[in-house]
Each structure stands twice: as C-alpha cells, then as structure tokens.
C-alpha cells in the first residue's frame, strides 16, 4: 500500500510535467496531435489524484497508525466519520483535496462540449496544469501525506475537538471548491488576454463556474460561522480571526468581478478592471493559503508551523508577475476597445461605486490582517489588530453597500432623469424615513442600527418594486394569474431575480448581524443547585449536576430548566466534554432559538458543593442571518440553474479581434 500510494503522487507529477511540456510545446507548434496527448494527460492526472484520494481515505478508515499523517489526527476511538473527514484536518491531507478538485475541474473545462475546437482550451489547460505540477510536487516533496513512522504506535493522537463536528464534514470542503473554483476563470482570463481575444467571450463561458465558485466560497463562510457559534462556546460566530479573513477577501473580491463583468456585457466597459480583479481574487485564494500553513499569524483555524508558506509566497508572487505581465502587455488593446460612462447617476456608476466599496473592504480586511506582520518588521514588535478596528472599518462600508444594493435597481442604465429618480425613489424613501422614525418611538436608540435598519427597509421595498412591475408588466402582456406571471418572469430572467434574491439574503444578514451586534446581552453568574439566573425576560433554574461517559470521553452536563415570560420552554443540558486521548475540553453549549433571539447557555465551571458557573447569553435576531445564509444560496443556485446560459453564449469560431 506505501509504495502504491506514493506512486500516485509522483506519477501524478511526472503526468503533469509531461502534460505541461507537451500542451505548451503543442501550442508553439500548433501541433493538434501534441495537443491531444496533452489532454489525454488530464485524464491520467485525474486518475492519480482521485486514486491518491481513496488510498488515503482508506489508511484513515482503517486506522492504519503506521502512516504519520493517520497517527497524528485520528485514533481508534473516533467515529468513522470523523477519521475520514481528518485527511483534511491536516496539511498534507487539505492539499490533497485542493489537487483532486484542481484536476476534476481541469478535465470538466477540458473536455466540455461547450469548449470543443475552443483554441482556448489549451491555454486554460497549460495554465492550471502549472497549478498541478506545483501541488504535486508540494505533496511529493514538502507535505507527504504518505510518510511512514519509524515505529508503529499502538493509538493514534486523535482528532482535534474542535472539529469533531457536523462543520468538519462541510465547511473545509466547500471553502477547497471555492478557491480551486476561482482558478477558473483566472486561466480564462489569462487565455483570452495571450490570444488577444478582448470580447467578453472569456466572460460568458466562465460565468457559471465564478459563480459556482463563489457559491462555494459562501457556503464555505456561512458553515464556517455557523460552526463557530455552536462549537467554540463564546458566543459569537465572528471574530475577524485571520484565516476567516483569509476566505472573506476573496469572497468580497469575486463580489466584485461577479457585478463589473455585466458591466462589460452591456456596455463594454472596465475590462481591465474586471482581469485586476480576477487575478486579486486568484491570488488571494493563494495567499489565505499561505496565511493558514505559514504559521506566520497566530489563529485557532491555522495549521501547525511548516515551511509550506514560503512555497506558497514565492507561487503566488510568480503567477501574480506574470499575469500582471499579460495583462500589461494587452493594456493598449484593452483600453482601446473599452466604453465609457455617460452618467454618474445610471445603473453601471452605481455597479461600478459597489465594486470600489467591495474593493475597499477587502483591502480593509486585508491590511488589517497583515498588520502584525508590518509591524513587527518595522518596529520589532507584533501589534495585533482585533474586533474593534474590523467592526469600525467594515460597518460602514457594509451600510454604504446596503444603500448602494437598494438603489441600483430603481436607475436606468446610461442615465437616469431627475423625474425618473422623483417617480421610482419618493415612495421607497418616504417609507424608509417613517421605518426609522417608528424603530426610535420602539426604543432603538443606536444611531447605527437606526441607519441600518432604515437602508434595509428601503432595500425590501426597492426589491419588492422590481418584482411587482415585473409581474404588472407581465400580467398585462399575457393575463396570466399573478403567481405564473411571477414563476415565468423568473425563470426567463434567472440571472436577474436569482441576484434580487442574494441582495435579499444580505439584507436579512444585515438584520441578523446588526442586532447581535448591537443589542446582544450577557451575565456570568455562579450558582448553587436550586438557584436561578434571571436575564431580561429569562429565567434559569439551575436543576441538576451530573457526569457521564461516552466511550473514552468523560462529559460534565447541567439540567437548566428555562422560562420565558413565565412560561417554560423546556429544561437544557449544556456540557463540557473531557476527551480521553486530548488535553483540552470542549464546551458543547444549549441553545434555545425564536424568530427574534437566541438564549446561549455555556456551562463554564463547577465545584464540588455543586455550585456551577454559567454564562447566559441573549443574541438578538440569530435565526435572521441563518435564514438570509439560506436565501443567498437559493439565489446563486437559482442563478446558475437550467443551463440558460446557452441562450447567451456565442458559438466561439476561433477568430482573433484585434485592435492595430
């Protein structure tokens, strides 16, 4: 099994040598059977990663302690979930996931029917066959997943509490399809810019795949926070921790490209801007990586320290020059064939004012998790940045993006009159004032969350008018029933409504994160048995306290019976978990959730008399940021189904336009 499992790594990166070499070489001859063998190498390439894959989900399942990589995250105790799930729990194991998606995604683009007799295939596939032959050898000579100890132990190390959860099983493996996603379009990019090709054609056939990947990226974000609130025991669901900003930038960054790129279909506009953002969003999806394997931050998400992120630093500063070269070298045809805007006040301004708020965010994140590192170089001592500095940078750009998100629908494209602005926004905005002026009578008296509550308003009420003069205008072309009129309108404008739908998602995040940030509320109160904790309309008992045993895990768990206004909801069962082969315990906490808050119950200390410590948390509209999570992946999944975008894609002839 060692030397067929090593086989595959190795063969694999002789396979994409060779397939490299032979596509390139086929490219400067125009040799077609060159280029055949090339692709054929795709297939094989596939075959290693994906037979690399399932060697190693075996020596898991099958606690094969022999091999270092199985010995130091699984044991013979874990669940079989958890020991599959552990061969992304580590270095060697998360990049081999990273090439198994690399190499699907190649040979899907490769040998796609949309793409056949494309003469860009093999300059997309030249480009992330690049991207293989560096994760094979990172995993052939730097992070072996396949490395034997010296001496076999009798029981393995065991898997890191913390990710023996359901959030284990999705999260990094939707946040891998994000970053690998993001290649995609990258090598798009890079292949229209070498064959001079400055249409939006590039544009068109990758549009699924960025927003697939930014589906991902998204999923990836939500489980992420998700887990976070229900695992770690603190409440919260983010805390700007640097590998969570490692996958928010390029999330905010293909936000971005995924709005300035309908700018180019329509107007023929920010092509340079829209390959910028591509090769930031390709390249930041490196440096997260490099961020999360360098040990250079501290972060409880990041991997132990290795030499990994230097490979990764000079990888990512490679591909990041040479794309900038292309890019450079077609700056003349580019800004020759590119549109400009006619009004500050249409809808392409407002996109393009969007992607600078996205941009600026990103860049927040990004100098803001970069910052230890400055300034330990230039002053010799790591200042680190926190919650306070993010939240103060990010709330209003996310409130300047809100407004931005609700007033984009309601302006014409290339220019809106002051009588159309009087006629689409007067209504919206006379309700959004009175919203406000309601939520101070109600007793919100944040100025901040007053405003952000008051852009939210008007972002419901523009998207609700887009959808009722859809359906008016429908309706009185065809009669249908207004249900129908609304079914038919969306789905022959899926692309649209499914982005109405996302921008709606957002808003109820909005909600969601501005009340819990805002009005959130928290005791910590020792106890003895018998006793009760009272918070606002809450109240506590503390019933019992009691141990169990589950397998080789010693649990210490409470009886909380709650009542809400009187009335008993139930009694609740916070635990700390003792885990037999792992120092530290885990909080597993009680979370009773309404429409309007959440009531988080974590069992934090105990004494032998039976007093218990616990800290009582109530976080004011929780289930609105889950249910907007929710509407943002209908959106994007509604966006990207059915395939319509055939009706938009162009039948690609191989003709070069150029501009002399």
């Not at 930038?249 to 801007?273: D, G, Y």
């Not at 207004?482 to 499914?498: E, F, Q, S, T, W």
Request: charged share 15%; glycine share 8%.
């Amino acid at each position: 099994m060692f030397l067929f499992a090593n086989a595959t790594i190795y063969i694999g990166l002789a396979i994409a040598i060779y397939a490299l070499l032979i596509t390139t070489l086929g490219i400067s001859t125009k040799n077609q059977k060159l280029i055949n063998s090339g692709k054929g190498g795709l297939i094989a390439l596939f075959v290693c990663a994906a037979l690399a894959m399932i060697s190693l989900f075996y020596l898991l399942g099958t606690s094969q302690f022999q091999y270092q990589y199985v010995s130091d995250y699984t044991s013979s105790e874990l669940p079989i979930i958890y020991k599959l799930t552990a061969l992304w729990a580590g270095n060697a194991g998360s990049l081999l996931l990273w090439t198994f998606f690399l190499t699907l995604y190649t040979i899907m683009i490769a040998f796609s029917r949309k793409m056949k007799g494309n003469p860009m295939v093999p300059y997309i596939s030249a480009i992330l066959l690049a991207n293989a032959v560096f994760f094979f050898f990172i995993l052939g000579f730097v992070a072996k997943p396949f490395l034997l100890l010296d001496t076999v132990p009798l029981e393995g190390k065991g898997l890191n509490p913390m990710l023996q959860n359901p959030g284990m099983i999705i999260h990094p493996v939707t946040l891998y399809l994000g970053y690998v996603g993001l290649a995609i379009p990258f090598a798009f990019a890079m292949a229209a810019l070498i064959l001079k090709n400055v249409d939006d054609f590039w544009i068109k056939m990758t549009r699924r795949w960025t927003i697939i990947a930014w589906l991902f990226l998204s999923l990836g974000n939500i489980f992420g926070g998700q887990w976070a609130y229900v695992e770690l025991g603190w409440g919260g669901y983010w805390a700007w921790d640097p590998v969570e900003n490692a996958s928010f930038m390029p999330w905010l960054t293909a936000t971005a490209f995924l709005h300035s790129v309908m700018i180019q279909e329509r107007k023929n506009m920010l092509k340079i801007w829209n390959i910028s953002l591509i090769i930031v969003s390709y390249a930041l999806t490196l440096f997260g990586t490099f961020l999360v394997r360098s040990g250079v931050l501290t972060s409880v998400h990041a991997f132990a320290n290795s030499n990994l992120g230097l490979y990764f630093l000079i990888f990512m500063g490679v591909a990041v020059i040479l794309a900038l070269y292309v890019l450079m070298s077609r700056y003349n045809l580019l800004k020759r064939s590119a549109g400009e805007f006619q009004s500050f006040v249409s809808k392409e301004s407002s996109f393009l004012v969007n992607n600078l708020l996205l941009v600026g965010a990103a860049f927040a994140v990004f100098w803001g998790t970069i910052f230890p590192l400055v300034s330990e170089a230039v002053r010799g001592t790591k200042v680190t940045v926190g919650l306070p500095f993010f939240n103060k940078v990010e709330a209003p750009i996310l409130l300047s993006m809100m407004f931005v998100m609700a007033v984009c629908p309601m302006l014409a494209w290339q220019r809106s009159t002051v009588k159309n602005l009087r006629k689409n926004f007067m209504i919206p905005a006379i309700l959004a004032v009175v919203g406000m002026i309601l939520m101070v009578v109600l007793g919100i008296q944040k100025a901040w969350a007053v405003i952000g509550y008051g852009v939210i308003i008007l972002l419901l009420i523009t998207h609700y008018l887009e959808f009722y003069r859809g359906v008016k205008a429908r309706r009185k072309m065809t009669n249908e029933k207004p249900l129908v009129a609304l079914y038919r309108l969306m789905i022959r404008n899926r692309r649209r409504y499914g982005g109405y739908i996302v921008h709606l998602g957002i808003a109820f995040i909005t909600m969601g994160i501005i009340g819990s940030q805002n009005y959130d509320v928290e005791t910590m109160k020792t106890v003895a048995l018998g006793q009760s904790i009272e918070l606002k309309d809450y109240r506590l008992n503390y019933e019992r306290l009691d141990q169990k045993k589950e397998g080789i895990n010693d649990i210490v768990y409470a009886d909380i019976t709650v009542f809400k206004n009187g009335k008993r909801l139930g009694t609740f069962q916070p635990e700390k978990v003792f885990y037999g082969n792992w120092d530290q315990p885990s909080s597993e906490v009680a979370i009773i959730s309404s429409v309007k808050e959440d009531l988080y119950i974590v069992l934090s200390a105990w004494e032998d008399d039976g007093k218990a410590t616990f800290v009582v948390k109530i976080n004011p509209m929780m289930n609105w940021l889950w249910f907007g999570s929710f509407m943002i992946v209908i959106g994007a999944l509604f966006a990207v189904w059915n395939g319509k975008y055939g009706n938009v894609t162009p039948r690609y002839t191989g003709v070069r336009k150029e501009v002399s």
